[in-house]
């Protein structure tokens, strides 16, 4: 059985920052390209960063990038978003997910493509 968990959302302030993780169980990890998306609400979910098995490549979506970073630890069955410089915009629900295989480059960033979540962690930033 796959399980994806997220930890590590709350509430903020603007300007401050956090760390999610996301602990997989059941699925081979270290071969599984994962990725970070949110939602926030009435609002469809948006693709945030992926990082390939290895860590080789990642890839941050416009609205965060150059404040994000995905990174992986593979002995740990782990993925995590620092989040720095969050802004009221960064609201929103986090779900990690993995990517299906054969998935082609130009779709790795459509939920779509990614075929378990975590059941997500709320990121609030606010004053």
């Known amino acids: 059985q796959v399980q994806l968990v997220e930890s590590g959302g709350g509430l903020v302030q603007p300007g401050d920052s956090l760390r999610l993780s996301c602990i997989a169980s059941g699925l081979t990890f270290s071969r599984s390209t994962m990725g970070w998306f949110r939602q926030g609400l009435g609002k469809e979910r948006e693709f945030v960063a992926y990082?390939?098995?290895?860590?080789?490549?990642?890839t941050y979506g416009d609205s965060v990038r150059g404040r994000f970073t995905i990174s992986r630890d593979n002995a740990q069955n782990t993925v995590y978003l620092q989040m720095n410089s969050l802004k009221p915009e960064d609201t929103a629900i986090y779900y990690c997910?993995?990517?299906?295989?054969?998935?082609?480059?130009?779709?790795?960033?459509?939920?779509?493509?990614?075929?378990?979540w975590g059941q997500g962690t709320q990121v609030t930033v606010s004053s």
């Open positions: 997910g993995r990517l299906r295989s054969s998935t082609i480059l130009s779709e790795m960033r459509s939920p779509s493509r990614y075929d378990y």
């Open positions: 990082i390939t098995w290895n860590g080789g490549r990642t």
